[in-house]
T-cell receptor, first 113, second 113 residues
């Protein structure tokens, strides 16, 4: 596709359930980022990949959060044993090798009940 | 304390009027500063990117200014349109390249007829 695609758009999970959020970056984009955006707040950095290598995961809030990008394109953000405080919009962004602009997907809105 | 502070938190203006949004940051060292527009339910879209040495950059009716000495930036919107209603987020890049961006909480702009 022409842009960054995220799925699902909405996810409702029961507390304690595991969830997996998918990001399809723009074709050929080397770098991929995950952000968490709480209601009324700006996005906060979670983790960053360059190709398949996870170069920075300093923003992941706990060891329940895990991200992977095994083939350097599609990425999955997994949250284990979800808690209510995990409720947020999870944004994915990608950037090309030469560019500095991050292109964002529409996000996945996660609601943990 | 957030490293990127934006004001006002929200703003309502009449269609056709101009407005200016403010961003103060403490992030250092500083590489570049970006303004993003985020429509409700969508990911942020880049409006401008300014490096340390740039003072102003325009994108249509949007003009961003940067004073790296005082660590202040502004986004001026001219002749506002209903479609300008969105959150405007100021983002500071700590270093060049793909290192984490520090996001402000955004200013929620509503343009009314």
């Amino acid at each position: 596709g022409a842009g960054v695609s995220q799925s699902p758009r909405y996810k409702v999970a029961k507390r304690g359930q595991d969830v997996a959020l998918r990001c399809d970056p723009i074709s050929g984009h080397v770098s991929l980022f995950w952000y968490q955006q709480a209601l009324g707040q700006g996005p906060e950095f979670l983790t960053y990949f360059q190709n398949e290598a996870q170069l920075d995961k300093s923003g992941l809030p706990s060891d329940r959060f895990f991200a992977e990008r095994p083939e350097g394109s599609v990425s999955t953000l997994k949250i284990q044993r979800t808690q209510q405080e995990d409720s947020a919009v999870y944004l994915c962004a990608s950037t090309g090798q030469a560019g500095n602009i991050q292109y964002f997907g529409a996000g996945t809105r996660l609601s943990v009940l | 304390k957030n490293q990127v502070e934006q004001s006002p938190q929200s703003l309502i203006i009449l269609e056709g009027k101009n407005c200016t949004l403010q961003c103060n940051y403490t992030v250092s060292p500083f590489s570049n500063l970006r303004w993003y527009k985020q429509d409700t339910g969508r990911g942020p879209v880049s409006l401008t990117i300014m490096t340390f040495s740039e003072n102003t950059k325009s994108n249509g009716r949007y003009t961003a200014t940067l004073d790296a000495d005082t660590k202040q930036s502004s986004l001026h919107i001219t002749a506002s349109q209903l479609s300008d209603s969105a959150s405007y987020i100021c983002v500071v890049n700590k270093l060049s390249g793909n290192t984490p961006l520090v996001f402000g909480k955004g200013t929620r702009l509503s343009v009314i007829a």
